[in-house]
């Protein structure tokens, strides 16, 4: 059996849900919930996106991230413009979503805190980025999961298909 307190997915999970316990009425007091933070987050990091591609910056699967986005249209947050690619759309910030953000700007400066406080900063630079090569390899190790079971499904059905 794995020791839970040695296994990275658990560790960082506990993280981020703590994180979110502690920030998820601050959060409601302004109209957001996480999903809703982390699509106006990232669209104020990287600039308007198409749905796919926001939807694996933001971790949230395309059909439930469309629905949403559906809503925060609906609310002014964000806004869906053509991409100029066929039916492609590209979503970016709505003028609502830009107040929220800035009304939200101290909450996250909060957060921040409590990790420079407690990481020197040299620390909490290499912690960035081993995070962020930890999650390139975990995103590679999904994809070749997802292959994998997409190839048995195949052959599963191939085997039927003869049968």
Known sequence: MTNLDEFL????????TRIAEGIAQDLADIGLNHERWRVLAVLAEFGPQTLNKLARLV????S??????DRMNEEGLTLREPSGEGRAVRISIGP???AKLQQITPLIEDIKLVASETLAPEELKRLQGDLRRLYSAYDRFAAARIAKHVA?????LHDTDEA
Do not use: F, Q
Not at 9 to 16: A, G, H, N, V, W
Not at 152 to 156: G, K, L, S, T
């Open 64 to 69: 439930t991230l469309s629905r949403l986005i």
């Open 152 to 156: 048995r499904r195949e052959h599963a």
């Open 96 to 98: 609502n979503g830009e």
């Open 9 to 16: 997915p658990y560790l960082m999970r506990r993280i981020s």
């Open 59 to 62: 971790s949230i699967n395309v």
